[in-house]
């Protein structure tokens, strides 16, 4: 794990969590990976002392990358993160590590702020 991030969400909240502006910056890698995978736990309680019983269900992600094509320009792709509960000794494990980061990280190893509305959004 490189990094633990708590985003607090209400019904219906819209949330930007950038793996270059939040996720990278403060990791405890020294160095930066070529590629991550995104484990998105939602719970009712501390991501550093999740229980199964805290891990809730319900929400919806989409991962979005931005492609340079060939012919100049950029090209966007989304895809759905998968439904699915972790289980008790992955959760067990995700949940030792963010407390790692949390209680001796010296603050490397927690996300900055996961940012409100969508990335790249302009009001009309």
Not at 57 to 82: C, D, K, M
């Amino acid at each position: 794990m490189v990094s633990c991030c708590a985003c607090p969400l209400t019904p219906n909240h819209l949330k930007t969590l950038s793996v270059v502006n939040n996720i990278l910056p403060n990791s405890l890698a020294p160095e930066v990976p070529d590629e991550l995978t995104v484990a998105v736990v939602v719970t009712t309680g501390d991501p550093g002392a999740v229980t199964l019983e805290q891990a809730a269900t319900g929400l919806r992600a989409w991962g979005t990358n931005i492609h340079a094509q060939p012919s100049g320009g950029y090209a966007v792709t989304e895809t759905p993160f998968a439904n699915a509960r972790p289980s008790g000794s992955e959760l067990s494990k995700l949940a030792s590590y963010c407390s790692f980061s949390q209680a001796d990280g010296g603050l490397y190893g927690i996300c900055k702020t996961c940012a409100n509305g969508a990335a790249g959004a302009v009001r009309q």
